[in-house]
Nanobody, 126 residues
């Protein structure tokens, strides 16, 4: 079992930065792939970034360069650094963990992840 708690969301002006944190508990956290998803009102939950247990990172193309995912297994924490934020980045951001190894082709799929946090709101004003 893995429990996840997100933090770091808030209100920021366009062009600003935020760093989200996903604190995990459970003995398998350090060996789990962790991903960030986001969901805006009226839209489906969408993949943002993921990081494997060994540190390999994956991004959706539109976020590459502005967002950086990293992990500190000693602290059981995964981070999402978000720079040059835009109003369209406004959403609830969720972190998710996979119970077993995920194929690269499935890394962006919501259904590949078994554990979810409660989400943290990010609001970017124009």
């Amino acid at each position: 079992q893995v429990q996840l708690v997100e933090s770091g969301g808030g209100l920021v002006q366009a062009g600003g930065s935020l760093r989200l944190s996903c604190a995990g508990s459970g003995r398998t956290f350090s060996t789990s792939a962790i991903a960030w998803f986001r969901q805006a009102p009226g839209k489906e939950r969408e993949f943002v970034a993921a990081i494997s247990w060994s540190g390999t990172t994956y991004y959706v193309n539109s976020k590459k360069g502005r967002f950086t995912i990293s992990r500190d297994n000693a602290k059981n924490t995964v981070y999402l650094q978000m720079n040059s934020l835009k109003p369209e980045d406004t959403a609830v951001y969720y972190c998710a963990a996979a119970r077993s190894r995920i194929l690269t082709a499935q890394i962006m799929s919501v259904t590949s992840y078994d554990y979810w946090g409660q989400g943290t709101q990010v609001t970017v004003s124009s």
